[in-house]
């Protein structure tokens, strides 16, 4: 069922778990997603970003994201990640993307504040959440992110104080902080700040997100979420398993593109698996949830009972 962030990442936050979002840029990757929150009865989040436009635009994923959001038996949270243009954000919230993240991050902090605020009043006005970053995530692989910091990340990190701050005068519903995170693929180990994390986590009362998630450690993980995370972003690690699996799957290949499908389809159901049962949102779906058509079924058996009573 098609859900907004707060109905996943609400209870997260409660029993220290995290849930996952897994960009989905076509529909191989969006099919991994939701067979491998099904299989694990995990929720999940799902989405694509800003920058990832190019090789799905908005209007085309939201076709297949929204319609298999709202038919999976687990919630589905439709997500807009890195929203960096008002407009696209309003799109998203147009098209039915139940989550949005403003990302106003490059900006001053007084910008950053005015701008997320803004956006949040309308996002909620949708029933949509937003995630708003404060600090910077910058970029592993130096791109439309800005790469200047990397000489000195720290510089770049989440202030506990702010983030109270920004929260408070924002209100958005999660908050996106720079410990040490980058996107991409990590030249270098990363080192996150897990004091960091505490620290923001008993400031802030709205659930934290760590982006840049693919390259991190499994105890990274487990850590950071211990201490407070409670939504993870990958998308590296699901982009990259999809093409090892077709290229495999290529050299034996006799009938065309139909024998790559399914190969990608099942490598990011596998790769998606083992971040739920990491990240511990595994078996929190709760029982299997009607879908829309059992709905219509159930609501021509009630009416049928009603006129039945009524002729009676
Ligand atoms: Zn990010």
């Known amino acids: 069922m098609l859900v907004n962030m707060n109905e996943v990442l609400l209870p997260a936050k409660k029993n220290h778990y995290a849930v996952g979002l897994f960009n989905a840029v076509n529909l191989e990757l969006a099919r991994g997603i939701i067979n491998a929150a099904e299989a694990t009865r995990s929720p999940v989040i799902m989405g694509t970003a800003e920058v990832l436009l190019p090789y799905g635009p908005l209007e085309e994923v939201s076709y297949y994201l929204i319609p298999m959001a709202k038919k999976a038996s687990v919630p589905v949270v439709v997500h ?20 949005i ?16 605020k803004e956006m949040a009043d309308i996002a909620h006005s949708y029933g949509a959440t937003i995630e708003g970053e404060l600090g ?10 800005g790469s200047s910091h990397l000489t000195d990340p720290s510089a770049f990190f989440t202030d506990p104080k702010l983030a109270k701050d920004f929260v408070d ?29 505490r ?9 934290l997100v760590l982006h840049g998630g693919s390259g991190l450690t499994d105890n990274d993980f487990r850590q950071a979420i211990q201490d407070g995370i409670s939504k993870v972003n990958i998308f590296t690690d699901i982009n990259v398993a999809a093409v090892e699996a077709e290229f495999a799957r290529f050299s034996h290949m006799n009938k065309g593109i139909i024998d790559l499908i399914p190969a990608a389809v099942e490598a990011v159901k596998q790769e998606t698996m083992k971040k739920m049962k990491l990240f511990s949102s595994d078996g929190k779906a709760g029982a299997p949830a009607l879908c829309d058509s059992d709905m219509d079924k159930l609501t ?3 009416v049928a009972e009603v006129i039945k009573y009524l002729q009676k």
């Open 80 to 99: 807009l990640d890195h929203g960096l243009n008002f407009d696209t954000c309003i799109q998203a919230l147009k098209l039915g993307f139940s989550s």
């Open 101 to 116: 993240m403003y990302d106003c991050s490059t900006d001053s902090y007084e910008e950053n504040v005015r701008k997320v």
């Open 300 to 302: 021509k058996l009630v």
């Open 136 to 145: 910077h995530v910058g970029d592993n692989e130096g791109s439309a992110e």
């Open 199 to 207: 620290t923001i986590a008993k400031t802030v009362d709205v659930p």
């Open 169 to 197: 005068k924002t209100g958005v519903d999660a908050l996106a902080i720079a410990v040490g995170n980058a996107h991409g693929a990590y030249k270098l180990p990363p080192k996150l700040d897990f004091e960091r994390i």
